[in-house]
Nanobody
Framework: QVQVVESGGDWVQPGGSLRLSCAAS????????TDWYRRRPGQEREFVAS??????????NYANFAKGRFTISRDNAKNTVDLQMNSLKPEDTAVYYC?????????WGQGTQVTVSS
């Protein structure tokens, strides 16, 4: 059982930045993929960004709304996968979830709240 924990959620004004972190109980470098999702109020959960295993190059993918504003990265020293979010908009308000795929099994964290408002 892999434990996944998100952190870094907060309130921020429009145009501001936040950095979310996803930590796991095992070495994330070799995970098949680590993804960020979000659930906005009243909406279905949606994909934000993903990073593939570091053993195969760590390819990154982004949802269209995240391209140019969000960056997913791996911090091997801290064993985290981070999501840097810039130019935040009120519509980015959501609970952000980390999902790690390990040996064909998906592990989800509890989520971290991001609120963007003035």
């Amino acid at each position: 059982q892999v434990q996944v924990v998100e952190s870094g959620g907060d309130w921020v004004q429009p145009g501001g930045s936040l950095r979310l972190s996803c930590a796991a109980s095992e070495n994330m470098f070799s995970f098949y993929s680590t993804d960020w999702y979000r659930r906005r109020p009243g909406q279905e959960r949606e994909f934000v960004a993903s990073i593939a295993s570091g053993t195969v190059g760590g390819r990154r993918n982004y949802a269209n709304f995240a391209k140019g504003r969000f960056t997913i990265s791996r911090d091997n020293a801290k064993n985290t996968v981070d999501l840097q979010m810039n130019s935040l908009k009120p519509e980015d308000t959501a609970v952000y979830y980390c999902e790690a795929t390990v040996n064909g099994v998906e592990y989800w964290g509890q989520g971290t709240q991001v609120t963007v408002s003035s």
